[in-house]
């Protein structure tokens, strides 16, 4: 979502004296105080960095049909930040076909002069870039047959290719978060991994055996005040298993955060009630039309928690595509419900709000992140390849804010001047601080395994020794290339900066806080055969006995690039 220039002003320098801690109760102890021999000096004209933050926002453009706009300009374009104009910098068309992100056609560059524009084709794209795609099963709120008829073809569209740049990871929730299948490219693993989820529980025949019964008592009582009594807890259960379900939807946006390439989560459930039970507080309106039971409603509604997830995708810059296993819905209830309720009128009543209840969420999730709601089809296969679209072709527009890194959350819209055209995009962003972003992609690095390190960064470990109990003293030594690191002049001096952020995992995947280390680099011109190929820093870390990871992120100041690399490591004799 965002990409920085570097402007560079007047530094003032960071607390020099570092004393970490790592590791479940461990510590690390510094064997530089990196900027310490900085703090007394002068000021440098130059060493400030103001951060002059490049917003992107992926715009999905498609015709009446839902089939992809490729030929759209950045004059067509008009987007706004919290109401106010922005001047569009950076275009372009992007496509992953042949499993390569770029600018699909030359004919579609902006007739903007080339001054104004910033391209970001394949040669500006991030080392790495992927796309990240999470399958996340909600059991909670699946019948068995829908989930069944749902992976089938999920499968099918898996077996006919998402991209060749693409991770998949497969999750659901069972009351808790589980992480089925780490991400990975290997399609016939995730195959496996969504067979293997057609064995585990689905609970959504409890809920509607629940209704049944619920239905039946309401048709037995004489008044409106009996009728919502009985009905109350229920849709104080309802709630707090929505809650639930939204909260853990919220952890795997979460745990994905710091990956770099774009995020999407495909959801499948079938729906989400926005108010807790409406459906049956209706059912008591209609047979008892006083106003009571639209009253007694109001404190069941989950629309504020809806608000709550679509901004956290949001910040998180995650997309969310729905998908509403259900199907297409049958006329009448039949059976129980249709005697309980009297009349057929009252039947589609009751069954046209249930519906509603459950996929206008659905459908707030998708639109207010950029991506799609899958509702009400059998056949859901043409539906996922235009999902597939959007991983493979959209623009990319870029402007510059007024802010940088101020952490609060900002409204983006976007519009279109050819007609007929339809626009999709998330609806706003939060703008993190470079220390946020950093420390997202360590966590993110240690939970994933991945590395993005266009600094080239290197973590060589050393032998650990004993130092008290099951805990080791392990030495650690950063190591960058000089040629990766932007120095900039000061004087007889070139000067560099950089942040580096660390933590680690145990083998139970226990994780510490994420450590921040400022380093200042400085080396004497005229005689550049004296200085060294590498920038070297050098800790030792005070480590429990076992298998572990570190994952270190680096941040250069100057040349605003961000690097991540992971290694794991055994301590001591296990």
């Known amino acids: 979502m965002t990409g920085y220039l570097v402007r560079i002003l007047e530094f003032r320098s960071s607390v020099p004296v570092l004393l970490l801690c790592v590791l479940l109760g461990g510590s690390l102890v510094s064997t530089v105080r990196a900027g310490a021999n900085q703090q007394k000096q002068d000021r440098s004209v130059f060493s400030e960095v103001i951060q002059v933050h490049v917003v992107n926002v992926d715009v999905y453009a498609t015709d009446k049909k839902g089939n992809p706009v490729k030929d759209l300009t950045a004059a067509d374009f008009e987007i706004s930040e919290d109401g106010k104009p922005m001047e569009i910098t950076h275009f372009s068309l992007l496509t992953r076909e042949g499993g390569a992100a770029g600018v699909a056609d030359p004919s579609a560059r902006p007739a903007t002069p080339p001054e104004a524009l910033v391209p970001s084709g394949p040669e500006a794209a991030a080392p790495g870039e992927r796309l990240w795609l999470v ?63 057609e064995a585990t529980r689905c609970h959504g025949e409890r809920f509607d055996s629940e209704r049944r019964d619920l239905l039946e008592r309401i048709d037995t009582v004489s008044n409106q005040i009996e009728a919502v009594e009985i009905l109350r807890p229920h849709a104080q259960q309802v709630l707090g298993e929505v809650t639930l379900a939204l909260d853990a939807l919220k952890e795997m946006i979460d745990r994905i955060s710091g990956l770099p390439g774009r995020k999407a989560v495909l959801h499948l459930s079938s729906g989400l009630p926005r108010l807790a039970a409406m459906d049956l507080f209706m059912a008591i309106e209609n047979r008892f039309p006083t106003g009571y039971a639209l009253l007694k409603k109001r404190p069941f509604d989950a629309t504020s928690r809806f608000d709550e997830l679509t901004a956290a995708a949001n910040a998180q810059d995650v997309t969310l595509y729905t998908i509403g296993a259900g199907g297409v819905p049958t006329s009448g209830l039949g059976g129980v419900e249709q005697n309980s309720l009297r009349s057929v009128s009252a039947v589609s009543s009751v069954e046209m709000d249930r519906s509603a209840n ?43 804010p007024d802010h940088a890194g101020d952490e609060e ?3 983006i819209a976007v519009e279109v001047s050819r007609p007929g055209v339809r626009l999709r995009h998330r609806s706003g962003y939060r703008d993190k601080s470079s220390n946020t972003s950093m420390s997202e992609g360590v966590r993110a690095s240690l939970t994933h395994a991945v590395d993005d390190n266009p600094l080239r960064v290197v973590v060589e470990v050393g032998e650990g020794s004993e130092s008290d109990g099951d805990r080791f003293l392990v030495p650690i030594q950063v190591i960058i290339p000089l040629s990766e690191i932007v ?16 933590a680690a995992m145990d083998e139970e995947g226990r994780t510490t806080e994420v450590l921040e280390i400022p380093a200042e680099i400085e080396l004497a011109d005229g005689d550049a055969g004296n200085h060294p190929d590498n920038w070297r820093f050098s800790t030792n870390l005070r480590m429990r006995n076992g298998r572990q990871t570190i994952a270190l992120g680096v941040r250069d100041e100057f040349g605003a690039v961000s690097a991540f690399t992971t290694r794991a490591l055994t301590v001591g004799d296990r």
């Open 487 to 502: 120095l900039l002049p000061d004087g007889e001096k070139s000067r560099g900066r950089l942040r580096l952020f660390l």
């Open 409 to 411: 959350f900002h409204n």
């Open 135 to 197: 399958i996340y099963v909600d059991n909670m709120n699946l019948r068995t047959f829908d989930r069944k008829r749902a992976l089938d073809q999920l499968r099918g569209f898996l077996a006919e290719g998402v991209g060749t740049d693409t991770e998949v990871m497969v999750a659901s929730y069972d009351r808790t978060l589980k992480i089925r299948l780490p991400f990975t490219s290997d399609t016939a693993a995730v195959t496996d991994s969504l067979i293997e989820l």
């Open 358 to 400: 459950l996929q206008l969420p659905l459908r707030q999730l998708a639109d207010d992140t950029g991506g799609q709601a899958i509702l009400n089809r059998n056949d859901l296969l043409p539906a996922l390849r235009k999902v597939a679209e959007d991983f493979q072709t959209y623009y990319s527009i870029g402007y510059t």
